[in-house]
């Protein structure tokens, strides 16, 4: 990876972190930065944040690929526990893109005083629960072993790329990289022949930006996507005056949402809507942009008759778009209900298939065989390239933490735990893990809705629990197999009460990850109620878990 920036820190060590801390920290993105606030500054304890990164950013560290940008708006997509901190950054855009989010998270990190206690560039490497000490004992790649009483995990849900194992990538012999893992120096698509794999939410926002200089790209589309037009533009200074001004009312709203957004979801239902009066919601929703599309309707995540008309709308806008019918068949062939994987918001995307020099290659009619020293073989012809771009996604969710190789009490590895797919109770703790909390892991809300908003609300909902323990003497706090059990029945039931499962190929599902078990991750029951239900289990005593076992 690149050099640091310039003025990114680059602590890596202290004579202070040999001894114990109250509690370690993984990550160093929006989670981390806001756990290590509450803990440290709210509650008064000796914290450490652990960081592979030069830098904090979390996913937007990593995803600088061309395009990049958030699909939730600017004055949503940042924290909202403090009224003062939001009042003091202004978005220069309605989606901001990684350097600006980099640049509002290094503010809240020098606002705060937080990067003392953070050490990046260290990768954690694996931890165990070591049971006679109740400490969680976590091994970094400096060699070094650090301990702490509670171990939280911040490493996000869309941090470990998936790079799928086509034979013959490592005979290619032009360069190649992965939207998530993107180079920091960027790559020079100038007069290149560019392939690239993918065509989800980072294929989407890639394409048009990579085929304005490069000399050709050819785009292998395995599976057809919608896509709304998102309708970035700059910000007015009265346009960044008035959020500050709703600051109230906006983040009210985030907290009634199901999905997080500053807007709430129509309570009239498509089905019902007299057609003419539906087209014109969704033309307006349309040129709106963005996902406030989803909003329009009640009932199109859950009834299949509401949600084809949706999708018929979004696939007759892809034909009026490309000019070419057989590129425009290939892109409206969708076979999933809308809404049902992660749906993307654009610029340009299917414009860019009028270019000249952008083709499309449908991978189910004509699959990849293999990667050659000058390009992509597919069973029908070879496509010469100088560069291959893979948009294909994050092994979701689960990867990263899997990846950080957790061990608890009694040698119990989470990669077994987890064998048939990820289990825990409200995506918060793992039974025979201890004192261990997952922030926005699988079985919560995460990434079907707005994430700060899942994340300051597991934050502070892991906080209030740690300062309860406190007040009562308590050392030790884990979840059961009965309340994971219970946990996972009442997720699964919320995803089929929905057409949310329909989307085959979803990563919702694990379903782009070879051999990764299928199971339905994210909670889908929406924001608000989760927020109840945990609220709920704290009011109670916090049920589901047990102290000092």
């Known amino acids: 990876m690149s050099q640091s920036a310039p003025g990114a820190p680059t602590n890596r060590e202290s004579g202070a972190d040999t001894a114990p801390f109250d509690a370690l920290i993984i990550g160093a993105g929006f989670s981390g930065l806001y756990q290590l606030h509450c803990l440290r500054d709210k509650l008064g304890l000796r914290v450490q944040v652990l960081e592979m990164a030069d830098d904090v950013g979390g996913t937007w560290y990593w995803n600088r690929y061309p395009g990049a940008r958030c699909d ?70 400096d060699g070094r072993t650090r301990s702490a009483q509670f171990l939280i995990t911040a490493v996000g849900c869309l941090s470990a790329a998936n790079i799928p194992k086509i034979p013959g990538l490592e005979r290619f012999e032009g360069q190649w990289a992965h939207t998530g893992q993107w180079p920091h120096e960027g790559i020079d698509f100038r007069g290149k022949r560019v392939g690239q794999i993918g065509t989800g939410s980072t294929g989407i926002q890639a394409a048009p930006v990579i085929a304005e200089t490069a000399a050709h790209l050819t785009v292998f589309q395995r599976t057809a996507n919608y896509s709304i037009p998102a309708r970035n533009g700059p910000l007015t200074e009265a346009d960044q005056q008035t959020y500050k001004d709703e600051f109230g009312d906006l983040r009210r709203i985030m907290h009634e949402a199901s999905n997080g957004h500053p807007f709430l979801i129509s309570q009239r239902s498509a089905r019902e809507t007299p057609a003419a009066e539906r087209r ?22 859950v009834d299949e008759a509401a949600n084809e008309t949706a999708a018929s709308f979004i696939k007759e806008k892809i034909r009026q778009i490309v000019r070419d019918p ?69 092994d979701a969710m689960s990867g990263p933490l ?35 909390f997952t922030i926005t892991g699988p079985g919560s809300p995460s990434v079907l809705c ?41 997720v699964n039931e919320a995803a089929n009460a929905t057409l949310l499962p329909k989307a085959n190929s979803s990563w919702y599902l694990g379903a782009n990850v070879p051999g990764k078990p299928r199971v339905f991750m994210p909670y889908a029951g929406g924001m608000a109620r989760y927020r109840r239900i945990c609220e709920q289990v704290a009011g109670d005593g916090y049920t589901e878990f047990v102290f000092d076992a």
């Open 402 to 436: 899997l990846n950080l190789n957790l061990t608890g009490r009694n040698g119990l590895r989470l990669a077994e735990a987890w064998t048939a797919g990820p289990v825990n109770t409200l995506g918060l703790q793992v039974a025979g893990f201890p004192n261990l």
């Open 72 to 141: 939730s708006e600017s004055h949503s997509y940042c924290y909202a526990f403090s009224e003062e901190i939001y009042r003091e950054w202004s978005w220069t855009e309605r989606y901001p893109g990684p350097a600006e989010i980099r640049r509002y998270l290094r503010f809240v990190a020098d606002r705060l005083d937080l990067l003392r206690d953070v050490r990046f560039e260290t990768r954690v490497t694996g931890a165990e629960y070591d049971e006679g000490a109740n400490l969680w004992r976590v091994h970094t790649d």
């Open 326 to 394: 057989e590129t425009a068949r290939k892109l409206a062939t969708i076979d999933h209900p809308f809404a049902t994987k992660r749906p993307p918001v654009d610029s340009h995307y299917f414009e860019t298939f009028n270019r000249d020099n952008v083709s499309l290659v449908d991978i189910r009619e004509d699959p990849i065989e293999e990667i050659t020293p000058g390009g992509i073989r597919t069973r029908s012809q070879e496509y010469p390239l100088d560069v291959i771009v893979f948009a294909t996604g994050f």
């Open 450 to 490: 707005n994430m700060p908003v899942a994340i300051e609300q597991h934050v502070e909902w892991i906080t209030d629990c740690i300062a309860h323990m406190r007040e009562q003497g308590h050392e030790r706090i884990e979840t059961t197999p009965e309340a994971m059990d219970k946990w996972v029945r009442h």
């Open 280 to 301: 014109q919601v969704y033309e307006q929703a349309w040129e709106k942009g963005g996902l406030r599309f989803r909003a329009t309707f009640a009932d199109l995540l």
